[in-house]
């Protein structure tokens, strides 16, 4: 089981820029994908983007593709989601999540969760 701790959060004026960073420890396999997904008061868990622990394979939701960057370090088992151009509709709890194979992006197929971190984007 892989614990993952995010940081980078915060309050941030729309066309801004954050980082967000997710600290893994424990072993993580090849098979791993990391990915951030996003989630607003009473909506569900959405995907925001994802990438392949062993080939660095992205993968973005529409929402957010050109805006944000998913990145690795594999020597410091941590995760990064580049937010730039940010707008108030980015305003959410960001969690990572980790995933064996997962067959798609879907949260239910990412067994490993962190506790979440708040963006709050203003207009």
């Known amino acids: 089981q892989v614990q993952l701790v995010e940081s980078g959060g915060g309050l941030m004026q729309a066309g801004g820029s954050l980082r967000l960073s997710c600290a893994a420890s424990g072993r993580i396999f090849s098979g791993v994908t990391m990915g951030w997904f996003r989630q607003t008061p009473g909506n569900e868990r959405e995907f925001v983007a994802a990438?392949?622990?062993?080939?660095?394979?992205?993968y973005y939701a529409d929402a957010v593709k050109g805006r944000f960057t998913i990145s690795r370090d594999n020597a410091k088992n941590t995760v990064y989601l580049q937010m730039n151009s940010l707008k108030p509709e980015d305003t959410a709890v960001y969690y990572c999540?980790?995933?064996?194979?997962?067959?798609?992006?879907?949260?239910?197929?990412?067994?490993?969760w962190g506790q979440g971190t708040q963006v709050t984007v203003s207009s």
């Open positions: 999540a980790a995933g064996t194979y997962p067959a798609t992006m879907a949260p239910t197929n990412f067994g490993s």
């Open positions: 990438i392949t622990w062993r080939g660095g394979n992205t």
